[in-house]
């Protein structure tokens, strides 16, 4: 029996909001048999896949045939071997879910290609409120386009950018200039 299985029951869907599977050990077939269940199951709220080895190959299982989910609110990929390859069809997966209010994707491997993604998709996301990418590979480049969006992005709270490859003075100079973004860990 596949790891992801919708329930038959109605009534179980119905009540399966929250899909936590993180360090399980998924691949991408495992990932393909998930959003398959997720694309059934439009009312999970939130979606935590931190701690697999998910990479490029795992977003790509998991994206491509993401559904527009109407009631997803928060996603977790922390650590989960990310890197810039898969961004876009990251990022244009989720930019699919309109209720999305946190993404985590912390812990990775992402640089300023996903940054500047994000940075054009973020004003779309109208209810975005929290953004986590501490300790990726984002550099002074990124931080600024992030930066710059942010006045075109109201909901956001904050967007964490803790252990990444900032500069110190430039850390100081962009949460100066937007200080929705956060640079320390707390």
Known sequence: MPLAICFPSPYINALWSLCSLSSCHLDSEGLIHLARTVSRCPQIEEINLS???IGHKG???LMTPWPQSSQLKKIELKACDITDVAS???IVGLSCCPFLEE????W????????EELAVALPGMIR???LDLDNNRITAYGASKLAN???RCHGIQNIRLW????PKDVEQELAEQEPRLHFAFF
Not at 103 to 106: A, C, E, N, Y
Not at 163 to 166: A, P, Q, S, T, V
């Open 51 to 53: 701690e697999n080895n």
């Open 59 to 61: 977003v790509m299982s």
């Open 88 to 90: 876009k069809t990251l």
């Open 103 to 106: 993404i985590v994707l912390s």
């Open 108 to 115: 990775n491997k992402l640089g300023d290609e996903t940054a």
């Open 128 to 130: 975005m409120k929290i």
């Open 149 to 151: 969006q942010l006045p």
């Open 163 to 166: 252990r990444n490859w900032i």
